[in-house]
């Protein structure tokens, strides 16, 4: 699928726990804020709203370690075009593949990109279809589900990222994830300082003007979570603004 840049984007996140859309308190399973019922049935919702891209992130595939079956394909077909970014349980070159050749526009990789090598292999076989999630706790990058965190840096990852050829990123500061607390503002300019590699922000966002501010900052984009579920804003809305 041709990716076209429609400047600052706006990625409706579609996060799904056995089998149903939820939001959750900084990553934590146990810790349900939302429930958001099919996620099928929200892709339509959020593509009849004027959404240009969708953020799936597959909750089960990323603490199990492997991509849960049928869940993006089903996602694909409800989102009837609109280009689809996904993550969760990704972490081998086949399970990246697949997940292309199954329709996905972007694959978003995390725990297989602290591995130097592993990370040069898929940002070389991938390209621009590949997207790296810096997801940061305490300025050290999480990774197997958030259950753990490596000894990397955020900024570290990033450069390591720009240097095999990375396309982009996305940086999200797991304490503000689900917290409608606002953007770690410090975590993202850390990132953008260190690269010049695009960058979508995530985690805390709460208000239209956290988007602006996130443009202002220099991202191309944010993906937007428990703010649409919990109705502080429509996707209408931000699209707008």
Request: glycine share 10%; aromatic share 4%.
């Amino acid at each position: 699928m041709t990716e076209e840049r429609q400047g600052f984007d706006v990625y409706p996140a579609l996060d799904v726990l056995e089998g149903r859309c939820v939001r959750l308190d900084q990553g934590r399973r146990k810790h349900v804020t939302v429930e958001g019922g099919d996620p099928a049935a929200a892709a339509t919702r959020f593509v009849e709203a004027g959404a240009r891209w969708l953020h799936l992130v597959d909750l089960d595939g990323a603490f199990a370690g492997r991509p849960s079956a049928g869940l993006l394909e089903r996602v694909i077909a409800a989102a009837a075009g609109v280009p689809v970014q996904v993550g969760g349980g990704l972490r081998t070159p086949e399970a990246v593949a697949a997940a292309i050749d199954a329709g996905a526009a972007r694959v978003v990789i995390g725990t297989a990109a602290v591995e130097p090598e592993t990370l040069s292999h898929l940002a070389t076989r991938f390209g621009s279809s590949l997207v790296v999630a810096i997801d940061a706790r305490d300025g050290r990058v999480a990774t197997d589900g958030w259950t753990r965190v490596a000894a990397v840096t955020a900024a570290e990852l990033a450069r390591r990222c720009a240097a095999v050829g990375v396309a982009r990123l996305l940086v999200t500061s797991t304490r503000r994830d689900g917290s409608l607390h606002g953007p770690d503002l410090a975590l993202l300019d850390e990132v953008l300082e260190a690269t010049t590699l695009p960058v979508i922000a995530a985690g805390g966002i709460a208000s239209l003007t956290d988007l602006h501010t996130l443009r202002e900052l220099g991202c191309e984009g944010v993906v937007v979570g428990s703010a649409l579920w919990q109705r502080r804003f429509t996707l209408t809305e931000a699209l707008t603004a």
